[in-house]
């Protein structure tokens, strides 16, 4: 599952396994590599994804004394040795500046320019335009399920009232829409 399918956390300290970035990184890519048989690829060693991902000089810090966006920075690297097929991402730029939220985004076009898929839940409209489709729910209920543009253009509900509905939007390959046939 692990190869497959790959989880960011709205709190990314809740998925840190190891006391520095640098083993962050690494036990996640020892955890996935132990799940795979006859796999000779060698991936890059940990200090050049954390580079990769501006934390190079990070890399003997512990992953809790990190700041909120070096955190959800360090949760991607720890799944780029070994992209899964799929991301799931909770509130992804939830406490981001503008500058981290950019920065996140990058980092997330650059994994779907390789056809990952990704889901993103999030109330952050600054998000949608990166997104090939949203599917907006309120109560559990699904009350929008198009494009972005679809959504900007006539929300399903009140522009200032974000919180009142949670919005998920798929980033990546295309899903069928809800309730369709697959």
């Keep these: 599952m ?35 048989r006859g796999d000779d690829h060698m991936p ?9 991902f501006g934390l190079g000089h990070l890399a003997a810090i512990d992953p ?15 799944l780029v040795l070994r992209p899964p097929a799929i991301l799931l ?12 939220t950019e920065s996140v985004m990058r980092l997330l076009d650059e994994l779907k320019a390789t056809g990952q898929a990704q889901l993103l839940a999030t109330h952050d409209p600054r998000l949608l335009p990166n997104c090939d489709r949203v599917v907006a729910m309120d109560g559990g209920r699904v009350i929008f399920d198009g494009s972005p543009d679809e959504f900007l253009a ?6 200032m009232d974000p919180w009142r ?14 309730g369709a046939a697959r």
């Design 2 to 36: 692990a190869t497959r399918v790959g989880l960011v956390f709205q709190d990314p300290e809740l998925g840190f396994v190891a006391r520095s970035a640098r083993d962050e990184v690494a036990a996640t890519d020892h955890a996935i590599r132990s799940r795979l």
């Design 44 to 52: 890059p060693d940990p200090d050049s994804v954390l580079a990769r």
């Design 64 to 78: 809790f004394r990190l700041s909120q966006g070096e955190q959800r920075r360090l949760s991607l690297a720890a």
């Design 89 to 100: 991402l909770d509130e992804p730029t939830f406490g981001l500046d503008r500058r981290g």
């Design 154 to 159: 006539a929300p399903p509900y009140a522009p």
């Design 165 to 178: 509905a949670g919005v998920a939007a798929v980033v990546g390959r295309a899903l069928a829409p809800v």
